[in-house]
């Protein structure tokens, strides 16, 4: 494991870059998909899909939590910091919780909660950047 509070600045940029894709994307890639009209329970699958096999590859089937964590292992401390991680920790978190949700949830708001993800990781990028 790398000790995170010697990731280089490259290595930080990498990480999140890798983030962004593993994770932004694809939480809310299966959500997006679904038709207009699908039903209640094609969301609750696509819920499930992106929550619990948010990305699969060569190497298996990752869930949103799994790749969260091994970020967090491998990047935290360095980003212990900045402005951005406490508020991409909320957008995580939030979008978890719809796992545990029993309630019907709306579709708008289950997109803009895993959306959100994306978007929050894309401004700590900005912000370790300079951009």
């Known amino acids: 494991m790398i000790d995170n509070r010697q990731l280089s600045r490259d290595d930080l940029i990498d990480a999140l870059l890798d983030l962004k894709h593993d994770l932004g994307k694809y939480i ?7 038709p207009p009209n699908a039903a209640p329970d094609e969301l609750r699958s ?3 899909d992106a929550l619990e096999r948010t990305r699969r590859g060569p190497a298996g ?3 949103a939590r799994e790749i969260w964590r091994a970020f967090l292992d491998e990047a935290g401390a360095a980003l212990e910091r900045t402005a951005g991680l406490d508020p991409l920790t909320d957008a995580v978190e939030r979008a978890l ?6 309630a019907p949830l709306a579709r708008a ?11 929050r990781i894309q401004q700590l990028i900005q912000e370790v950047t300079g951009d």
């Open 61 to 63: 089937t990752r869930s």
């Open 109 to 119: 708001v289950t997109e803009a909660t895993l959306g959100a993800v994306g978007e």
């Open 46 to 48: 696509a819920i499930d």
């Open 28 to 34: 809310r890639l299966p959500v997006a998909m679904l």
């Open 97 to 102: 919780a719809l796992g545990a949700t029993e």
